[in-house]
């Protein structure tokens, strides 16, 4: 099994920059690929950005510019710089990472999710 962490999340004004981590742990094999979602009031679950072992990204195009996902391999760590934060980016993000355990098979892991609120 594969257990998701993430810190970082809080509270910050308009216009300002917050960054959150998701450490993973566990009996990890392998990792493929890391990213982070996104789920506010109402909305659906959505991909913000991810990030492979070999440091292809993908980002939502609404975060395009604003955003910056980066993962340390060696310490199964991703991380996602949010700058330019709109209220609009407020929500719940998720840690996201597809792994190889021991014992098992290749598996998406979700973290508990960290809230991210921006004020106006």
């Known amino acids: 099994q594969v257990q998701l962490v993430e810190s970082g999340g809080g509270l910050v004004q308009a216009g300002g920059s917050l960054r959150v981590s998701c450490v993973a742990s566990g009996s990890i094999l392998s990792i493929r690929s890391m990213g982070w979602y996104r789920q506010a009031p109402g909305n659906q679950r959505e991909l913000v950005a991810d990030?492979?072992?070999?440091?292809?990204?993908t980002y939502a195009d609404s975060v395009k510019g604003r955003f910056t996902i980066s993962r340390d391999n060696a310490k199964n760590t991703v991380y996602l710089q949010m700058n330019s934060l709109k209220p609009e980016d407020g929500a719940v993000y998720y840690c996201n990472a597809h792994a190889l355990a021991n014992g098992s098979t290749w598996s998406f892991y979700w973290g508990q999710g960290t809230q991210v609120t921006v004020s106006s």
């Open positions: 990030i492979f072992r070999g440091g292809t990204t």
